[in-house]
T-cell receptor, first 108, second 115 residues
Framework: KNEVEQSPQNLTAQEGEFITINCSYSVGISALHWLQQHPGGGIVSLFM???GKKKHGRLIATINIQEKHSSLHITASHPRDSAVYIC??????????FGTGTSLTVIP | DTEVTQTPKHLVMGMTNKKSLKCEQHMGHRAMYWYKQKAKKPPELMFV???????INESVPSRFSPECPNSSLLNLHLHALQPEDSALYLC??????????????FGPGTRLTVL
């Protein structure tokens, strides 16, 4: 069993739709990260969370420490949001664990 | 400068070659990381350096040899690789280890092909 599970694995949405990607983890964490990877390889850090909620533009990330669960929301999705979204957690021993990623395709 | 640079972008090598990957950052970060990523898989952590000392080695074969000559530079020396080592090699840096400094900045990666 992976320490970090993401769902869904693949997601196709129409432009403008509200999108939610979920991440559940089984280890004690000190921080959770949401990363975005476009085709071609480059990875961008979107959020680092240890509690509550963060918002950046059309992206919102939430975390529930008690339930060991985080969500990434994209409002008014756009084709340029098409990418792989990866949840990663830093456990209390400074080890990183990555989810398997959610591949998002937004259709115009 | 909020960038992590990696060279080369692409590398093709034979199984008997010796080559090196280079990673550089000038953000004053004291933790640097090497990851290996196969197609359609998440990155796998290989090595972590903290304050120029090897902090984590995730049981990586000895044909991969990391080096951190100073706080801005991280190298990955490659020798006698196998075709299954073909992958995207990503470098990242963060202010430090631990939650407070753990946001990682990634380089664009080196796409390695071993023939």
């Amino acid at each position: 069993k992976n320490e970090v599970e993401q769902s869904p694995q693949n997601l196709t949405a129409q432009e403008g739709e509200f999108i939610t990607i979920n991440c559940s983890y089984s280890v004690g964490i000190s921080a959770l990260h949401w990363l975005q990877q476009h085709p071609g390889g480059g990875i961008v850090s979107l959020f680092m969370l240890s509690s509550g909620k963060k918002k950046h533009g059309r992206l919102i990330a939430t975390i529930n420490i008690q339930e060991k669960h985080s969500s990434l929301h994209i409002t008014a999705s756009h084709p340029r949001d098409s990418a792989v979204y990866i949840c990663a957690v830093l456990n209390t021993g400074n080890q990183f664990y990555f989810g398997t990623g959610t591949s998002l395709t937004v259709i115009p | 400068d909020t960038e992590v640079t990696q060279t080369p972008k692409h590398l093709v090598m034979g199984m008997t070659n010796k080559k090196s990957l280079k990673c550089e950052q000038h953000m004053g970060h004291r933790a640097m990381y090497w990851y290996k990523q196969k197609a359609k898989k998440p990155p796998e952590l290989m090595f972590v350096y903290s304050y120029e000392k090897l902090s984590i080695n995730e049981s990586v074969p000895s044909r991969f040899s990391p080096e951190c000559p100073n706080s801005s530079l991280l190298n990955l020396h490659l020798h006698a690789l196998q075709p299954e080592d073909s992958a995207l090699y990503l470098c990242a840096s963060s202010q430090g280890l631990g939650a407070g400094g753990s946001e990682q900045f990634f380089g664009p990666g080196t796409r390695l092909t071993v023939l």
